[in-house]
């Protein structure tokens, strides 16, 4: 094929499901050896798109041509026998399979055509490692794998179907810099031998790294296809949400308001140790640290999800032992956890009791629900949030990955909260999205609450927080400020280490 000619083509593409046309007229190419970014809001239409390519989703309407012939999948099998591979944000693994089971899955190398060729199965899956330059044990269950292995998975998986199509939704959202570095060498790795990849991210710095073409869709119609040369940051969140994002000032409570919630030398063996911290009343603090830090279960153990088994917690300066979330959340915490889907939601059931969940004595009256209380309330919530529904009775899991983080943000608002514990707040939310949670934020701050805020992303961290801890190896090794809150500095606390002893110590004014 001439390299100018498009592997992929979509023409005209267009998905209505009830209520909501996912897709509009869509057009897409992608070429072989390139990187092409997709971009948009949460409900711009780009889950619909690839569920269309790999087969999951039928188009109404249009055409798509692969290697300029028209193809037409009625099921992923179809598509991935083609030469597109879908790998999504949730991956799609068997845990208590091997990796080379899960990589060969229906495909198992077989002597004599019925036993399985086990030395011939691990030896290709070795070399298909080998050719990503990842390192993966092949006899160890998917389930003990991080994340950053299990994605090396379902590549090495796709590359063994021989795929030339390639689609990354959100590949980047659960790994921290070093996993994202070698990510990213695989991408490159990939495009050098020929695939065409199609990548999706929230993270917008990631785009300009990695891609060397972006489109953008806003509503389910495209808004325009660019090289990435001639494209901005500025540019594209106008493109995505059709304005300029304004600065986000972050929360610093006053030195005489109370002391929400403090820890002294709080510990979970195995997970953290030595930690005291305070959080004043109208405080944004931040916890920056690389994966496996400690920072997930220092939120955990204060929220009762773990039991720590050194230190104390002091709420309203009263020292409390929560054994359960349940008596965190009378007590006026709430958590929102760093994986939604398995942690924070019932996905099967409709966004109306995700969202009262917490609160429900608020909307009852002698044991009786007051349904039409209740639907007011999660109806106002929806404004506030700009959660994108058909409406309160909408099943979660029917929800962009965006909508499904603001659901579980409004469980907390509806419960009003003196004290947000949050963890990865904008996890696969798009930028936009972005924007309308840190305000939120702040005005819970504004408003008198204190917030701990978890992330991966230290630009997210910066904008947010006036303060930030760095926890590295279970311990606090970095306490910033003022002057002292510099991204080189927390980077390094983050990699190298801070103080002699280990730890930090947030104290208030």
Same mark, same amino acid.
């Given at each position: 094929?001439?390299?100018?000619?498009?592997?992929?083509?979509?023409?005209?593409?267009?998905?209505?499901?009830?209520?909501?046309?996912?897709?509009?007229?869509?057009?897409?190419?992608?070429?072989?050896?390139?990187?092409?970014?997709?971009?948009?809001?949460?409900?711009?239409?780009?889950?619909?798109?690839?569920?269309?390519?790999?087969?999951?989703?039928?188009?109404?309407?249009?055409?798509?041509?692969?290697?300029?012939?028209?193809?037409?999948?009625?099921?992923?099998?179809?598509?991935? &026998?083609?030469?597109?591979?879908?790998?999504?944000?949730?991956?799609?693994?068997?845990?208590?399979?091997?990796?080379?089971?899960?990589?060969?899955?229906?495909?198992?190398?077989?002597?004599?055509?019925?036993?399985?060729?086990?030395?011939?199965?691990?030896?290709?899956?070795?070399?298909?490692?080998?050719?990503?330059?990842?390192?993966?044990?092949?006899?160890?269950?998917?389930?003990?794998?991080?994340?950053?292995?299990?994605?090396?998975?379902?590549?090495?998986?796709?590359?063994?179907?021989?795929?030339?199509?390639?689609?990354?939704?959100?590949?980047?959202?659960?790994?921290?810099?070093?996993?994202?570095?070698?990510?990213?060498?695989?991408?490159?790795?990939?495009?050098?031998?020929?695939?065409?990849?199609?990548?999706?991210?929230?993270?917008?710095?990631?785009?300009?790294?990695?891609?060397?073409?972006?489109?953008?869709?806003?509503?389910?119609?495209?808004?325009?296809?660019?090289?990435?040369?001639?494209?901005?940051?500025?540019?594209?969140?106008?493109?995505?949400?059709?304005?300029?994002?304004?600065?986000?000032?972050?929360?610093?409570?006053?030195?005489?308001?109370?002391?929400?919630?403090?820890?002294?030398?709080?510990?979970?063996?195995?997970?953290?140790?030595?930690?005291?911290?305070?959080?004043?009343?109208?405080?944004?603090?931040?916890?920056?640290?690389?994966?496996?830090?400690?920072?997930?279960?220092?939120?955990? &153990?204060?929220?009762?999800?773990?039991?720590?088994?050194?230190?104390?917690?002091?709420?309203?300066?009263?020292?409390?032992?929560?054994?359960?979330?349940?008596?965190?959340?009378?007590?006026?915490?709430?958590?929102?956890?760093?994986?939604?889907?398995?942690?924070?939601?019932?996905?099967?059931?409709?966004?109306?009791?995700?969202?009262?969940?917490?609160?429900?004595?608020?909307?009852?009256?002698?044991?009786?629900?007051?349904?039409?209380?209740?639907?007011?309330?999660?109806?106002?919530?929806?404004?506030?949030?700009?959660?994108?529904?058909?409406?309160?009775?909408?099943?979660?899991?029917?929800?962009?990955?965006?909508?499904?983080?603001?659901?579980?943000? &409004?469980?907390?608002?509806?419960?009003?909260?003196?004290?947000?514990?949050?963890?990865?707040?904008?996890?696969?939310?798009?930028?936009?999205?972005?924007?309308?949670?840190?305000?939120?934020?702040?005005?819970?701050?504004?408003?008198?609450?204190?917030?701990?805020?978890?992330?991966?992303?230290?630009?997210?961290?910066?904008?947010?927080?006036?303060?930030?801890?760095?926890?590295?190896?279970?311990?606090?090794?970095?306490?910033?400020?003022?002057?002292?809150?510099?991204?080189?500095?927390?980077?390094?606390?983050?990699?190298?280490?801070?103080?002699?002893?280990?730890?930090?110590?947030?104290?208030?004014?």
């Amino acid at each position: 094929m001439d390299a100018a000619q498009p592997v992929l083509e979509v023409r005209g593409v267009t998905r209505r499901f009830p209520g909501v046309t996912a897709l509009d007229g869509v057009d897409f190419s992608l070429r072989a050896g390139e990187v092409h970014a997709l971009l948009g809001e949460n409900g711009a239409g780009k889950s619909t798109l690839i569920k269309i390519l790999g087969g999951a989703v039928r188009k109404e309407a249009g055409e798509i041509l692969l290697d300029g012939r028209p193809v037409d999948f009625h099921a992923p099998a179809e598509a991935l &026998a083609a030469g597109i591979a879908v790998i999504y944000q949730e991956l799609v693994l068997c845990p208590h399979l091997t990796v080379a089971e899960n990589v060969l899955m229906g495909h198992l190398p077989r002597a004599g055509g019925v036993a399985v060729n086990w030395r011939t199965a691990k030896a290709r899956v070795a070399e298909l490692f080998r050719s990503l330059g990842a390192t993966v044990p092949l006899d160890v269950p998917v389930g003990r794998l991080s994340t950053a292995q299990q994605q090396m998975v379902e590549i090495a998986k796709a590359l063994s179907r021989d795929s030339r199509v390639l689609v990354l939704d959100e590949p980047s959202a659960a790994l921290g810099q070093r996993d994202l570095e070698h990510l990213f060498a695989v991408v490159r790795r990939l495009r050098e031998r020929g695939v065409a990849i199609v990548y999706i991210s929230h993270r917008l710095e990631e785009v300009f790294e990695i891609a060397d073409r972006v489109t953008v869709l806003k509503d389910g119609r495209l808004v325009g296809s660019w090289p990435i040369a001639e494209v901005d940051m500025g540019r594209l969140v106008r493109a995505m949400t059709g304005r300029d994002l304004g600065a986000v000032p972050g929360g610093s409570a006053a030195p005489d308001a109370p002391v929400r919630l403090e820890l002294r030398n709080l510990g979970r063996r195995g997970a953290f140790s030595g930690v005291s911290l305070r959080l004043r009343a109208g405080d944004v603090v931040g916890i920056a640290g690389l994966v496996g830090s400690g920072r997930t279960e220092v939120l955990r &153990a204060v929220f009762g999800a773990d039991v720590p088994d050194a230190g104390e917690v002091l709420v309203d300066g009263r020292a409390v032992r929560f054994r359960s979330p349940g008596q965190a959340r009378r007590r006026g915490l709430g958590l929102l956890p760093e994986d939604r889907k398995s942690q924070g939601l019932l996905l099967n059931r409709a966004l109306r009791e995700n969202v009262s969940l917490a609160s429900l004595a608020r909307f009852t009256r002698l044991g009786v629900l007051g349904l039409g209380r209740e639907d007011r309330a999660v109806r106002e919530l929806m404004r506030e949030l700009r959660i994108v529904a058909r409406g309160p009775g909408q099943q979660v899991v029917s929800l962009s990955g965006g909508n499904q983080q603001k659901v579980v943000l &409004a469980r907390w608002l509806a419960r009003r909260c003196g004290i947000l514990l949050i963890d990865e707040p904008t996890r696969g939310v798009d930028v936009g999205a972005k924007e309308e949670i840190y305000r939120l934020i702040h005005d819970l701050a504004s408003g008198g609450a204190a917030v701990l805020v978890v992330s991966s992303e230290l630009k997210e961290l910066f904008a947010l927080c006036p303060r930030i801890l760095v926890m590295r190896e279970g311990r606090l090794a970095g306490d910033f400020t003022g002057a002292t809150l510099r991204e080189e500095d927390v980077v390094a606390a983050m990699l190298l280490g801070g103080t002699d002893d280990g730890t930090a110590t947030l104290a208030a004014g």
